[in-house]
């Protein structure tokens, strides 16, 4: 019964360039979240979705930022023009319920040189 | 808002001793309180939760924590230490009512280290 997937686990990327990161929730979650990890900084929430719908982005910073979490597929988090302010490690989450406990994967640890 | 505090970013105990990790949190109602644990290369992993009812709360591999308002703690126990404990581990809370809980706000972490 596999768990939450991401990948790349790593990413490297320029200035400039744009970051793809991809979550398989636990088969049969359709309650998707993702959350940041800065350096020396707790998690922090940024975004709920469900299939197809963004449900919460709050915690998502306003530009360049972007999630979807489409019918069929994973669910990308998508960085625009990256800037070396987002490296950071990514973490997605799935949960079967919104109530349920939410099940993280390993992360995506993104550096921008 | 809400926030959570661990005190000891970095915590070392011998096999068979006591792990305490301590957990404070900031929250103008008493919040869902969790800890998780992220061993290298995996995934956070749940290790108890309080909603509500008992405070003292039991999880798996033999940890405990407490919940108490009047401290605004939720620390970590485990009685005996095993090296398999080593690991990273994470407290979080998220608001109790509103429509929100799912949004987690965790600690910076905890990493405990077993010595032999």
């Known amino acids: 019964n596999a768990g939450v997937m991401q990948n790349p686990r790593h990413l490297v990327r320029r200035r400039g360039q744009e970051a793809r990161l991809r979550c398989s929730p636990v088969?049969?979650?359709?309650?998707v979240y993702w959350y940041r990890q800065l350096p020396e900084e707790g998690l922090k929430f940024m975004v709920y979705?469900?299939?197809?719908?963004?449900?919460?982005e709050s915690g998502m910073p306003k530009e360049r930022f972007s999630a979807e979490f489409p019918k069929e597929g994973p669910s990308i988090l998508r960085i625009q023009q990256v800037v070396r302010g987002d490296s950071a490690a990514y973490f997605c989450?799935?949960?079967?319920?919104?109530?349920?406990?939410?099940?993280f994967g390993p992360g995506t640890r993104l550096t921008v040189l | 808002a809400q926030s959570v505090t661990q005190l000891g970013s970095h915590v070392s105990v011998s096999e068979g001793a006591l792990v305490l990790l301590r957990c404070n949190y900031s929250?103008?109602?008493?919040?869902?309180l969790f800890w998780y644990v992220q061993y290298p290369n995996q995934g956070l992993q749940l290790l108890l939760k309080?909603?509500?009812?008992?405070?003292l709360v039991k999880g798996i591999n033999g940890f405990e924590a407490e919940f108490k308002k009047s401290e605004t703690s939720f620390h970590l126990t485990k009685p005996s230490a095993h090296m398999s404990d080593a690991a990273e581990y994470f407290c979080?809370?998220?608001?109790?009512?509103?429509?929100?809980?799912?949004?987690?706000?965790f600690g910076k972490g905890t990493l405990l280290t077993v010595n032999p």
């Open positions: 989450a799935s949960s079967q319920s919104l109530e349920d406990t939410q099940y």
């Open positions: 929250s103008s109602v008493p919040p869902y």
């Open positions: 979080a809370v998220s608001p109790r009512g509103g429509g929100s809980n799912y949004k987690l706000t």
């Open positions: 309080y909603t509500s009812a008992a405070t």
């Open positions: 979705l469900q299939k197809e719908n963004i449900i919460d």
């Open positions: 088969k049969g979650h359709s309650h």
